[in-house]
């Protein structure tokens, strides 16, 4: 042995061989970025690997060989020895590869794909998406233009019941697209696609239309508008009309709910143009530009006060700020902006939809008047059958006061016509989950993360599954895998407490209530929930009514707060806020 051990050391084995694995991570690394760049099969980078594998041996073989010159060369024993190692070695990962892909394809078999809503059903011919109009004004600045004259065709063309417009949040996600007509109507569920451009000079207004076969890309039906500015409004419903012939939808006698506008009633285009302008900003996101939608909205309603849609706008705006991002005094001025906006919209006018879901979603943010808020949205979604908004809000509030089989029905009702809402399938799958349907659950949840990919909440509801399915190792991983973030800290906090190390639980959770004890109060209740610790879990939820946490809505179908629903203090929590006591 002392003597085998000498002749290694003279031969520089290790040498050889930390210098070949060194070479090999260095092709590995250069031949995947080539592959991916070339699209090649996985097989032709597992048979590299494989290669490189036994090649190991074979540097083995020559340094043993040739590691010093003029020593004695291997005997025929050891190359015997050296030749069976390389052979059944070879056979053994040349093996690794069919059973790992074997394996690899039976656990994809196991994953559930992503699901459509609603399920596999042959495409009504009376089905459109208006794709947002491209901006030909030849300046950036006039995008909000072009997308509102898409959300008012949008707008237009859903009040006619014989036709499924699908709703401007799916539609958009559509902006610039490279896939082909086919591709797009099988994603957006729809038989037409209506796109085209719009171009502002000065006083004159062109769009160009086109309705598009979304089964073979054929155009259908084209035509350009070229009208003065001031005749903005009669080219809008020109378009709309000349649109609904070409579908013969026969639409001039099929209007459903009310007539919805998203015009002034003074017809005044500097108001309808300012209301365009806070459109534009608040669909953006970020909170700055949710301020300059303020002064948009309030330009609008200086020009033309009647104007009921903007005040309903302006309402959503300030409740949007007051419940996610202000707080202290600042959310109670919010509150009340809101209170002034929301009032006046209906008063002004009784029958627009949109008024009555800026009432309802301030009922719930900032009164926690469930009851209240569900007959809001179900008058709008009366007044306006086809709005999004509406039927979404309608299911979440349902899930909040129980129904969580209503809420389900509710939503996939709303995806028909926005087949791309993310939030909507991360709710359906948090509904389904409190079903015990799990299975579906991951399937819808895994829909909104595909949809979009930095959805961080979908990402809790993954690891949450985990947990509930008793998998401490793929709930981690899951929580491990998410971007850094707030929702990342959530989903560690709750991951952590399912494992096996008491420590890291522990400071989990503290991180958790260190970085945001102040408004994830909903989240450190579920956390002392899975602790076993119902007397934190109570104190944390009293927190969070304390400040209209907005999360307390899940109260009703969250699978950690309600294993303590049968505790006394948990029906004095849903009184307090008004939500029913679950049996």
């Known amino acids: ?41 996985e097989a032709a980078m597992r048979f590299l690997i494989v290669a490189l594998a036994i090649g190991v041996l074979l540097v083995l073989v020559l340094a043993w060989y040739h590691g010093e010159r003029g020593a004695q060369r291997v005997t025929a024993v050891e190359l015997s020895i050296l030749g069976l190692l390389l052979a059944i070695g070879g056979g053994v990962l040349w093996g690794i590869a069919p059973k790992r892909e074997a394996h690899d394809q ?8 992503t699901i459509a809503i609603p399920p596999a059903a042959d495409v009504d011919g009376k089905s459109i998406a208006v794709l947002p109009l491209a901006n030909e004004s030849g300046e950036q600045g006039q995008q909000y233009f072009s997308d509102g004259l898409s959300e008012d065709l949008i707008t237009a063309l859903a009040q006619f019941g014989t036709l499924k417009v699908i709703s401007r949040n799916s539609s958009f996600q559509f902006r610039d697209s490279t896939d082909d007509a086919r591709t797009i109507g099988a994603k957006l569920g729809v038989a037409h696609l209506l796109e085209g451009s719009v171009r502002r000079a000065g006083d004159a207004v062109r769009v160009r239309t086109e309705l598009v076969s979304a089964a073979d890309g054929r155009t259908l039906w084209s035509q350009h508008f070229d009208r003065p500015y001031r005749d903005l409004f009669a080219l809008q419903d020109e378009i709309t009309q000349a649109v609904a012939q070409a579908l013969r939808a026969k639409l001039v006698t099929a209007i459903s709910g009310t007539k919805q506008s998203e015009h002034p009633p003074s017809g005044n285009l500097d108001a309808y143009n300012a209301y365009l302008q806070g459109r534009f900003h608040t669909s953006s996101g970020p909170a700055s530009a949710q301020w300059l939608g303020i ?31 202000l707080a ?15 009032d006046r919209a209906i008063a002004l006018d009784p029958d627009l939809a949109a008024a009555h879901v800026a009432r309802g979603f301030l009922l719930q943010s900032k009164q926690l008047d469930w009851a ?8 709008a979604v009366a007044l306006a059958p086809d709005d999004t908004l509406a039927r979404v809000q309608l299911a979440m509030l349902t899930g909040t006061r129980g129904q969580l089989q209503k809420a389900v029905e509710l939503t996939r009702q709303a995806l028909v016509v926005d087949p791309r809402r993310a939030a909507a399938f991360n709710f359906l799958g948090r509904f389904l989950t409190a079903l015990g349907r799990y299975d579906e659950a991951e399937q819808a949840i895994r829909q909104s993360i595909e949809l979009r ?3 961080a909440a979908a990402y809790v509801g993954l690891t949450t599954l985990a947990i509930l399915r008793k998998d401490p190792a793929s709930a981690l991983r899951e929580a491990l895998g998410m971007a850094p973030g707030n929702w990342r800290t959530i989903a560690l906090a709750l991951a952590r407490q399912v494992g ?7 400071a989990a959770l503290q991180a958790l209530i260190d970085q945001q004890g102040d408004d994830s109060a909903v989240q450190i209740a579920e956390v002392y929930a899975l602790r076993k610790e119902p007397d934190r879990m109570f104190e944390w939820l009293d927190r969070a009514y304390a400040a209209r946490d907005p999360g307390i809505q899940l109260l009703l179908f969250d699978t950690y707060l309600l294993q303590y629903k049968t505790d006394a203090r948990f029906a004095a929590f849903c009184t307090k806020v008004n939500l029913p006591t679950p049996t």
């Open 500 to 506: 096996d190390d008491a420590a890291a639980a522990d």
């Open 372 to 379: 209240g808020a569900e007959a809001e949205y179900q008058r």
């Open 1 to 41: 042995m002392i003597e085998f051990l000498r002749r290694l050391k003279q031969r520089k084995l290790v040498q050889w061989t930390a210098a070949y694995v060194a070479a090999s991570f260095a092709v590995i690394q250069a031949v995947d970025i080539v592959s991916q760049r070339f699209g090649w099969p």
């Open 453 to 455: 990919s930095g959805n």
């Open 328 to 342: 202290g005094a600042e959310k109670q001025h919010a509150y009340e902006q809101a209170q002034i906006a929301a």
């Open 106 to 113: 039976a656990q994809a078999d196991k994953t559930p794909a």
């Open 295 to 325: 002064d948009d909205f309030n330009e609008a309603v200086r020009i033309d006060p009647a104007y009921a849609r903007a005040y309903a706008a302006l309402a959503m705006v300030w409740c949007g700020l007051g419940q996610s991002t």
